[in-house]
């Protein structure tokens, strides 16, 4: 696959949908393309309002960078190289999770999961993966 369908994002959110259905926890998940646009988004009822922007901008920092979120963190620590990067381009999210969608070795895309512990919203990100 070398670009990302909107089949295959809708597809992509209803997977993490399951898994934070499963566990309790209401989201927003975004899917963006390669360029970081959104492509689908879906908020889950009763999940925080404001992290419907937390999505989008988790899912565009794995696109932009073509790394998780929280590596994006890792590396923007004060004293660090890339400090204050998350003002940049927008607005960034360093924490956990954004990942890339990776097809054939390129990114094609990304998901943002928001709404519940950086944990619980890593593991949603990487049910829309799987």
């Known amino acids: 696959m070398t670009a990302?369908?909107?089949q295959?994002?809708?597809?992509?959110?209803?997977a993490g949908i399951a898994k934070a259905?499963?566990?309790?926890?209401?989201?927003?998940?975004?899917?963006?393309?390669?360029g970081g646009h959104l492509l689908h988004f879906s908020r889950m009822e009763e999940a925080w309002l404001g992290s419907i922007d937390i999505a989008i901008?988790?899912?565009?920092?794995?696109?932009?960078?073509?790394?998780?979120s929280a590596a994006i963190g890792k590396l923007s620590q004060p004293?660090?190289?890339?400090?204050n990067i998350e003002v940049t381009n927008g607005g960034l999210v360093t924490f956990g999770g954004g990942l890339p969608i990776v097809s054939g070795g390129r990114v094609i895309g990304a998901v943002g999961a928001s709404g519940g512990q950086v944990a619980e919203d890593t593991a949603v990100a990487e049910a829309c993966l799987a």
């Open 21 to 34: 259905t499963e566990m309790g926890v209401p989201m927003n998940i975004a899917v963006v393309d390669a």
């Open 57 to 68: 901008r988790k899912a565009r920092t794995a696109a932009f960078f073509k790394m998780p």
């Open 4 to 6: 990302l369908t909107l």
């Open 8 to 14: 295959e994002a809708m597809d992509r959110t209803a």
């Open 79 to 83: 004293g660090g190289d890339l400090y």
